[in-house]
């Protein structure tokens, strides 16, 4: 089954660190153009970072020089590194696959179930 | 940036109706538009991409029109499960999102 299961959300201080993993089967992460997006209670979908199948990187502005993403090819796991972690990152986190990232088609066509980032002290 | 404006921000229907939402970009998108359902506490799923193609196993009721700035997404008979949150993405310029509609019972 082709699916993404994110991992390790929870309640962090603000100024912390935390890691989020993202599991994917029935297709390669390494493979295929690859991104996280979040979304703050009661509010709409935000893009936060992507990765090329070239590995390439790319951020918003709101998380540039806070966040980092990678990946384990040997995992097949996509990784959201966060640090200084602010309130106003508090949001559920999703990974998700571009449908057609090789001709520059943005649009998403699988998504994980999210993982929930509370930043609260 | 690309800003995507849906209306309205709440559509009040009953079953088997026929609901038409709208998208409007900032500026010329060409067809680069996808749509998406959003149920509470579930991920988003892709319902249309390239303004008017069906994603994988999407119903046909579900239809999507329109290119440049003014897009639709027509539901042409409601059903329950079809009560959610639909937001539209386009894809010409990066990725943005419109603010979505909720789609509640009346």
């Known amino acids: 089954e082709v699916q993404l299961v994110e991992t390790g959300g929870g309640l962090i201080q603000p100024g912390g660190s935390l890691r989020l993993s993202c599991a994917a089967s029935?297709?390669?992460?390494?493979?295929?153009?690859m991104s996280w997006f979040r979304q703050a209670p009661g509010k709409g979908l935000e893009w936060v970072s992507a990765?090329?199948?070239?590995?390439?990187?790319f951020y918003a502005d709101s998380v540039t020089g806070r966040f980092t993403i990678s990946r384990d090819a040997s995992k097949n796991t996509l990784y959201l590194q966060m640090h200084s972690l602010r309130a106003d990152d508090t949001a559920v986190y999703y990974c998700?696959?571009?449908?057609?990232?090789?001709?520059?088609?943005?649009?998403?066509?699988?998504w994980g179930r999210g993982t929930l980032v509370t930043v609260s002290s | 940036e690309i800003v995507m404006t849906q209306s309205p921000a709440t559509l009040s229907v009953s079953p088997g109706e026929r609901v038409t939402l709208s998208c409007r970009a900032s500026?010329?998108?060409?067809?680069?538009l996808a749509w998406y359902q959003q149920k509470p506490g579930q991920a988003p799923r892709l319902l249309i991409y390239?303004?008017?193609i069906r994603a994988t196993g999407i119903p046909a009721r579900f239809s999507g029109s329109g290119s440049g700035t003014e897009f639709t997404l027509t539901i042409s008979i409601l059903q329950s499960e079809d009560f959610a949150v639909y937001y539209c993405?386009?894809?010409?310029?990066?990725?943005?999102f419109g603010g979505g509609t909720k789609v509640e019972i009346k």
């Open positions: 390239g303004a008017s």
């Open positions: 993405q386009q894809y010409n310029n990066w990725i943005t």
């Open positions: 990765i090329y199948s070239v590995g390439s990187t």
């Open positions: 998700a696959r571009f449908g057609d990232g090789y001709n520059f088609n943005w649009y998403i066509d699988l």
């Open positions: 500026q010329n998108i060409n067809s680069n």
């Open positions: 029935g297709f390669t992460v390494s493979g295929t153009y």
